[in-house]
């Protein structure tokens, strides 16, 4: 996402990489992190006077938010302070030596919207949630969507902003389907089911399942699996991606240790507690349009066709759905 | 006319309302305490077939018919083309309840595009992996609950429910 501060001269002309920047790295001085957030400015600072956007990889003049590597000038990176207010008390996974070696983890992911869809370039990334990746893929060019009250037309109270997902374990084979995401499951413009049936008993994903490890892992990134969820599965329902890639096609659940549901905070600053069972529509519809399949379809404006999880996640779909 | 009466023989009148509010107050708590809410499902199993051959890997939807009083069930095949259906507020693998369904099924695999992708690993190497595609093995038809002509009716007891899909 595109954050005030970290762009060229105050302007929202691009820093190779800075889109990349997760929600939370805007958040840093609300959250008594403004020295780190200090060295990430001072660094972009001196990029953007020597860094035309030319598509040169500028990740060692500015923090690397998809890694752990020093600046050129053997800086540590900032990405790597280990913040504990990004952390939930009740996840023990994720904790990693504050020394550098590794990104900061956090539990707090910005809300994608009602449905899964990938980050990519050129995919349609106008995605209906209030955390939208950084580019319109709709051919109008570099407009960046902004956000704001404004644009929650349907109540800060009504709409997600952030919710609490569980830390992957670093070891693949560690993860249950709380905390880790299957992988190569076939998502894309389908039916949510293809995620959900990767859940197996005791919590394990089903055998032969492959997995990975990105849930949480980077607080930097604003990639999907690191700081986004998306409200197509309900809580502590299993987490997906269409490929090894993370950016691509994922469907990331919120997921905690609390007993039956998860927390999350809506853009009244509220917290509220949503339940496993909360209404999420029905998992078994067709909702692309890949191979010219035919059915309701992922409404892209309007209300949500994911049940009330779904009314949540869009703050404008004209319906104002409330928990129980 | 016949009258029924409800013979309530207590001891002390106070003490039984009292006894009687402790007894229900424990089943409540008891309930709660439970903390169980799965929805109760009938185990619904079977195997998927494409062309006389199992099908792996391929997702079962039950979406529930018009009319019908069923809760959607979804599931995946094994290696063996078996499928085991649960249903999202009902144990996994578990099944869904009783109604009338019809039946999608979706089977594909993804396969490499030629070209490559950019991703970073871990501590922020590049790292060039395949791009890939979805595919689809079977007509697609089946994944679409109007036109797959595939049904199941659920009954108490749950069942055996195979597919064999054709060409």
Request: glycine share 12%.
């Amino acid at each position: 996402m595109w954050v005030g501060g970290y762009t060229r001269n105050g302007t929202r002309t691009r820093i190779d990489g800075v889109d990349r920047y997760s929600y939370m790295a805007g958040l840093l001085p609300f959250v008594e992190q403004k020295s780190v957030s200090d060295i990430i400015k001072s660094y972009c600072a001196k990029a953007a006077a020597t860094n035309p956007y030319d598509g040169t990889d500028s990740s060692t003049k500015i923090p690397n938010p998809m890694g752990a590597n020093a600046l050129a000038d053997g800086t540590r990176n900032p990405f790597t302070y280990v913040i504990s207010a990004f952390r939930c008390p009740s996840d023990g996974n994720g904790t990693i030596p504050d020394n550098g070696s590794l990104s900061g983890c956090t539990n707090y992911h910005i809300c994608r919207g009602d449905w899964m869809i990938g980050d990519k370039w050129g995919e349609n990334r106008n995605v209906r949630g209030i955390g939208v990746p950084g580019r319109l893929g709709d051919g109008s060019g570099d407009a960046l969507p902004s956000v704001g009250m404004a644009t929650i037309t349907d109540g800060t109270s009504n709409t997600v902003f952030v919710g609490e997902c569980l830390v992957s374990r670093s070891s693949c084979s560690n993860n249950n389907y709380k905390t880790g995401l299957a992988i190569n499951v076939d998502i894309h413009g389908k039916a949510e089911s293809q995620c959900a049936a990767v859940r197996s008993t005791s919590g394990m994903f089903k055998a032969g399942t492959s997995t990975a490890n990105w849930k949480g892992r980077r607080w930097s990134d604003g990639s999907a699996p690191f700081t986004g969820f998306h409200a197509a599965l309900p809580p502590n329902m299993p987490s997906c991606a269409k490929n090894g890639e993370s950016t691509d096609c994922t469907a990331i659940t919120a997921s905690s240790n609390h007993s039956g549901g998860v927390n999350v905070c809506l853009c009244d600053a509220s917290v509220r507690f949503v339940s496993d069972s909360v209404d999420c529509g029905d998992l078994t519809k067709v909702l692309g349009n890949e191979y010219g399949w035919t059915g309701e379809g992922h409404q892209w404006t309007g209300a949500s066709t994911g049940g009330i999880w779904g009314c949540l996640a869009t703050p404008q779909g004209n319906e104002t759905a409330t928990l129980p | 006319m016949d009258r029924v009466t409800f013979l309530i023989n207590p001891v002390d009148h106070k003490m039984t309302k009292t006894i009687f509010g402790m007894c229900v107050l424990c089943v409540v708590l008891f309930a709660i305490g439970c903390g169980n809410n799965k929805l109760k499902t009938e185990e619904v199993i079977g195997t998927i077939k494409f062309d006389g051959k199992p099908l792996p890997n391929a997702t079962v939807n039950f979406t529930t018919a018009e009319g019908s009083t069923g809760v959607p069930g979804f599931g995946k095949t094994d290696e063996n083309g078996v499928y085991k259906l649960q249903a999202l507020q009902g144990e996994a693998d578990a099944g869904t309840v009783p109604g009338k369904y019809l039946v999608s099924v979706i089977a594909t695999e993804m396969v490499p595009t030629g070209k490559k992708i950019t991703t970073y690993d871990e501590v922020g190497n590049v790292i060039k992996m395949d791009e890939t595609k979805s595919k689809t093995l079977i007509p697609v038809r089946y994944s679409d609950v109007q036109k797959s002509e595939l049904t199941a009716t659920v009954e108490a007891g749950g069942g055996v429910f195979d597919f064999n899909l054709t060409k």
